[in-house]
């Protein structure tokens, strides 16, 4: 199956940071998730970015299929940004979201 | 977004018992839903998919009598949990996906299971 890794595996960062977190994937997709799960266990949509770039008030991501990776920046981190950041990608020719490990934020007051 | 809703949030149940998981699509038709499985600190583990009137495929390595799942409606699944055992407990999230949200997938709030 495909492969999706997830980089940093845990991010720390002081309120109003920025930062960067990395998504590569083994093969060729048509789907791609990004996920907030907060401390509820709640996973929150962020972006549905298969390819090209996509911003939502601090947050924005940028898909760059034919190179197999996405990146989602997150700017004047909150203390509210922290929890666990998913990327999920779906093969061509697949039926399911394949998650990475995931990466753990703490944002710091 | 497209809302996904669990119910109940939380269950404790003594070992041997049955456990049912409800979860529905607030404001679309689900045409296909997805049940995960969470450990703690842990990535989304598939368990099982279905479509709307059709039995549902299941991961390999998960019992399919012991997680039955039923997608009776375009609004409605439901996981059973049968004679349910400690190392059942777990983090249970569906998700869904329908005709109309591109191909988005949203999930629902999860249910946490702890079986005594």
């Known amino acids: 199956g495909i492969q999706v890794e997830q980089s940093p595996p845990d991010l720390i960062l002081q309120e109003g940071a920025n930062s960067t977190l990395r998504c590569n994937f083994s093969?060729?997709?048509?789907?791609l998730q990004w996920f907030h799960q907060n401390p509820w266990g709640q996973l929150i949509n962020l972006f549905y970015?298969?390819?090209g770039t996509k911003q939502n008030g601090r947050l924005s991501a940028t898909t760059v299929a034919t190179e197999r990776y996405s990146l989602l920046y997150i700017s004047s981190s909150q203390t509210t940004d922290s929890g666990v950041y998913f990327c999920a990608v779906r093969h061509e020719r697949d039926y399911k979201l394949s998650f990475g490990a995931g990466t753990t934020v703490t944002v710091r007051a | 977004g497209a809302v996904v809703s669990q119910h109940p949030s939380r269950v404790i149940c003594k070992s041997g018992t049955s456990v049912k998981i409800e979860c529905r699509s607030l404001?679309?038709?689900?045409?296909?839903m997805f049940w995960y499985r969470q450990f703690p600190k842990k990535s989304l583990m598939l368990m099982a998919t279905?479509?709307?009137?059709?039995?549902?495929?299941?991961e390999q390595g998960v019992e399919k009598d012991k997680f039955l799942i039923n997608h009776a409606s375009l609004t409605l699944s439901t996981l059973t949990v049968t004679s349910a055992h400690p190392e059942d407990s777990s983090f249970y999230i569906c998700?869904?996906?329908?005709?109309?949200?591109?191909?988005?997938?949203?999930f629902g709030p999860g249910t946490r299971l702890t079986v005594l």
């Open positions: 279905s479509n709307e009137g059709s039995k549902a495929t299941y």
């Open positions: 404001d679309f038709q689900a045409t296909t």
């Open positions: 998700s869904a996906r329908g005709l109309t949200l591109q191909d988005e997938q949203f």
């Open positions: 970015i298969p390819s």
């Open positions: 093969d060729s997709v048509n789907n």
